[in-house]
T-cell receptor, first 110, second 116 residues
Framework: GQNIDQPTEMTATEGAIVQINCTYQTSGFNGLFWYQQHAGEAPTFLSYNVLDGLEEKGRFSSFLSRSKGYSYLLLKELQMKDSASYLCAVTEQAGTALIFGKGTTLSVSS | GAVVSQHPSWVICKSGTSVKIECRSLDFQATTMFWYRQFPKQSLMLMATSNEGSKATYEQGVEKDKFLINHASLTLSTLTVTSAHPEDSSFYIC????????????FGEGSRLTVL
């Protein structure tokens, strides 16, 4: 079976750091993706991990541990515009669709 | 970057009618496109995989006779919701994978369907 878990909601303040966790159990693994989705809009790509370790891209970083079936998305220097839903997704085989978690709604306040 | 365009963005229809949603890859060829559905405050659920020149592959629980998918060219896939009912009201999003190093999916803008 497939199961991707992430917290439903998180809150943080401007300028802070927030970590959104994701655990997954899938029959195969060919990469983990993080997407950002604002209400009523399509998801936009944030990061990709296929090997263990940390990938850093500006204010956003993503970490993967394949042995633990665990990933996190780290957002630094939070801004109000970072208020959105963050989706963790896994692809089981190359070329196949992404399987999405339910998303974490992040609210950033001033 | 790769661009996927979806049309229409919004559509309102009467119960029992059919609605067609188009998904185009604008600057790359997509042999495979994916159709997702998203209900309010829920995540994206894969409906079907659209394969150019062949039949689509539907996920369990998705009625292939109700959600008709056609992928006649390398840049166009269409989803037709037939005999729509209010419970079909949802956000439908198509996606495609361009030849990038990460293989991420690029998403269309989404189509919000409201069935009255």
């Amino acid at each position: 079976g497939q199961n991707i878990d992430q917290p439903t909601e998180m809150t943080a303040t401007e300028g802070a750091i927030v970590q959104i966790n994701c655990t997954y159990q899938t029959s195969g693994f060919n990469g983990l993706f993080w997407y950002q989705q604002h209400a009523g809009e399509a998801p936009t790509f944030l990061s990709y991990n296929v090997l263990d370790g940390l990938e850093e891209k500006g204010r956003f970083s993503s970490f993967l541990s394949r042995s633990k079936g665990y990933s996190y998305l780290l957002l630094k220097e939070l801004q109000m515009k970072d208020s959105a839903s963050y989706l963790c997704a896994v692809t089981e085989q190359a070329g196949t669709a992404l399987i999405f978690g339910k998303g974490t709604t992040l609210s950033v306040s001033s | 970057g790769a661009v996927v365009s979806q049309h229409p963005s919004w559509v309102i229809c009467k119960s029992g009618t059919s609605v067609k949603i188009e998904c185009r890859s604008l600057d790359f060829q997509a042999t495979t496109m994916f159709w997702y559905r998203q209900f309010p405050k829920q995540s994206l659920m894969l409906m079907a995989t659209s394969n150019e020149g062949s039949k689509a592959t539907y996920e369990q629980g998705v009625e292939k006779d109700k959600f008709l998918i056609n992928h006649a060219s390398l840049t166009l896939s269409t989803l037709t919701v037939t005999s729509a009912h209010p419970e079909d009201s949802s956000f439908y999003i198509c996606s495609a994978r361009a030849r990038t190093a990460t293989g991420e999916l690029f998403f269309g803008e989404g189509s919000r369907l409201t069935v009255l």
